[in-house]
């Protein structure tokens, strides 16, 4: 009897001393692991950068090409979307057009040139801007959906989906 008690002590350390060592190398593993994906998630951030860098200077060329000139009231703001792996660009547009104003805003890949959204207001004489709608307003949502809009604020809202992300 004393011997299978004296196994069973023997047995018991056994398992602790593989239990413990097996813990040790669990979080060896596990902070390799993290380790890791620090190193991957700075090589993303960096790629981003060069990336969103990248797609500033295309935007630039194709603000220009699009044939503004430094005397007119336009701009433009480009966003490389990781999600969307796209350089999306915002231009704008102010024109007056005697009594009147029209603003102009594009919402467009700057690479390929595909359109995502637009707006264009012209405003009226006796009224308030705020009280004249857009006569074209919508987006090209993720899902294929154009998604109409009521004001340059919610033009903005929608085309933040591909700027802000």
């Given amino acids: 009897m004393k011997a299978i008690g004296g196994l069973l002590v023997i047995a018991v350390l056994a398992l602790a001393i593989i239990a413990y060592q097996q813990w040790q190398n669990s979080n060896a593993v596990s902070a390799r692991v993290q ?3 620090e190193k991957v998630a700075t090589r993303k951030e960096g790629a981003s950068l060069v990336l969103q860098a990248q797609c500033a200077d295309h935007a630039r060329k194709t603000f220009k090409e699009f044939g503004y000139k430094p005397s007119d009231m336009a701009g433009y703001e480009s966003h490389y979307s ?9 231009t704008s547009n102010t024109k007056p057009t005697g009594k009147e104003v029209m603003t102009f805003m594009n919402l467009t890949d700057a690479i390929e040139g595909r359109d995502y959204g637009t707006y264009s207001w012209l405003s009226q004489p006796n009224k308030k801007y705020w009280e004249v709608k857009p006569f074209m ?17 919610e033009f903005e809202n929608l085309a933040n989906t591909y700027m802000r992300d």
């Fill in 82 to 90: 990781v999600k969307y792996n796209k350089c999306f660009m915002i």
């Fill in 137 to 153: 307003c919508n987006v090209l949502m993720p899902t294929g959906e154009r998604q109409s809009c009521e004001s340059q604020d």
């Fill in 35 to 37: 380790a890791l994906e």
